[in-house]
């Protein structure tokens, strides 16, 4: 006996004693597609989309082309430091260089490694004198920018602040002729001079300008007693 199915899918023979059943069954290829298209949200899925909360789910993919270096994110530019250090160590206009870009073009990070400098040598047998130095470099600058907006000069206390902190360079650089001639007293004290001059003269060239007119003397003598000031705190004296 033969029972022939209405699919066709399989067929089932039986003889006639009814001893043996045999049969075949021809199933078709499965294909099994684990994309994302044919995969079915998760319950916990679901209900987060349903409640307007599915953004918790989204993973950003992070670009490598949005990452800066540690220097360009703190807006470091030591290319222009180092310009702005030869500007004010070579204040002559004979020598060519743009200085305006000093005054121009302030920045933070340049004169506070300046100003940090300095106290680290001043900070030979006097502690206190590191914190003193930023305390007048901040507050100096303030000082010398108020005046200068008084007089009808327009500058920023960015600019005030950046022009003084690295025209405290020259003292930097005849700290190490008084260690070496410090007995000398004359000696010294005309390098010392020499450092102060050189110092109030970078930042004075740089701040006071045409629109001072007879008033620039106004502006000049306080940057003067800013940096002998400064001097006295490396000195002691």
């Known amino acids: 006996?033969?029972?022939?199915?209405?699919?066709?899918?399989?067929t089932f023979v039986s003889s006639t004693d009814a001893e043996e059943l045999s049969g075949t069954i021809d199933a078709p290829d499965i294909t099994l597609n684990m994309g994302p298209d044919s995969t079915r949200d998760t319950y916990p899925t679901t209900f987060l989309k349903q409640r307007g909360y599915g953004w918790l789910l989204e993973v950003e993919e992070e670009d490598s082309e949005d990452t800066k270096p540690l220097l360009e994110e703190l807006d470091i530019d030591l290319k222009d430091?180092?310009?702005?250090?030869?500007?004010?160590?070579m204040p002559m206009p004979?020598?060519?260089?743009?200085?305006?870009?000093?005054?121009?073009?302030?920045?933070?990070?340049?004169?506070?490694?300046?100003?940090?400098?300095?106290?680290?040598?001043?900070?030979y047998g006097q502690f206190r004198v590191v914190s003193w130095i930023i305390t007048?470099?901040?507050?100096?600058?303030?000082?010398i920018f108020l005046l200068a907006r008084v007089l009808g000069?327009?500058?920023?206390?960015g600019q005030v602040l950046g022009v003084i902190g690295y025209s405290l360079l020259p003292l930097i650089v005849i700290a190490p002729l008084l260690l070496v001639i410090g007995g000398f007293e004359v000696v010294s004290t005309l390098i010392k001079l020499f450092g102060v001059f050189w110092a109030a003269y970078s930042a004075a060239s740089l701040l006071v300008g045409d629109e001072f007119k007879t008033k620039k003397p106004l502006l000049i003598y306080p940057i003067f007693l800013l940096y002998i000031y400064f001097l006295s705190l490396y000195t002691g004296v």
């Open 1 to 10: 006996m033969q029972f022939s199915p209405t699919n066709g899918d399989f």
């Open 81 to 89: 430091i180092y310009y702005k250090i030869r500007c004010v160590l």
């Open 94 to 123: 004979s020598l060519g260089f743009n200085r305006q870009v000093v005054r121009d073009n302030p920045d933070f990070w340049g004169p506070l490694a300046v100003v940090l400098l300095f106290s680290m040598i001043s900070i």
């Open 136 to 143: 007048i470099w901040i507050f100096g600058s303030l000082t």
């Open 153 to 157: 000069g327009e500058v920023s206390y």
